[in-house]
């Protein structure tokens, strides 16, 4: 069984930063990309930023040059920087990884990290 454990949302100012973590535990054998979504009150969940294995990123265009997505060298954890924060960025932030099980890579979910921007 795999988990998927985000940590580091919260409450913070616009302008201020945050960093969140994922972490993937359980029987891995492979992670290829892992990305992050968010989910705002009464709108679809979105891709915010991704990675894949070997390091190539992509971001939604709304978070590029204020966020930043990376890995750990274990490849099981997946950070997001998240500078110049603003209030539309007030969202439940979800990790999602594309895991190797039974036969072929299947996606997990994280239970997600709320954040809220505001004054």
């Known amino acids: 069984q795999v988990q998927l454990v985000e940590s580091g949302g919260g409450l913070v100012q616009p302008g201020g930063s945050l960093r969140l973590s994922c972490a993937a535990s359980?029987?891995?054998?492979?992670?290829?990309?892992m990305d992050w979504y968010r989910q705002a009150p009464g709108k679809e969940r979105e891709l915010v930023a991704g990675?894949?294995?070997?390091?190539?990123?992509k971001y939604a265009d709304s978070v590029k040059g204020r966020f930043t997505v990376s890995r750990g060298n274990e490849k099981t954890t997946v950070y997001l920087q998240m500078n110049s924060l603003k209030p539309e960025d007030t969202a439940v932030y979800y990790c999602?990884?594309?895991?190797?099980?039974?036969?072929?890579?299947?996606?997990?979910w994280g239970q997600g990290t709320q954040v809220t921007v505001s004054s």
């Open positions: 990675i894949t294995s070997g390091g190539r990123t």
């Open positions: 359980g029987s891995i054998f492979s992670i290829s990309s």
């Open positions: 999602n990884a594309q895991i190797f099980m039974n036969g072929g890579f299947r996606p997990s």
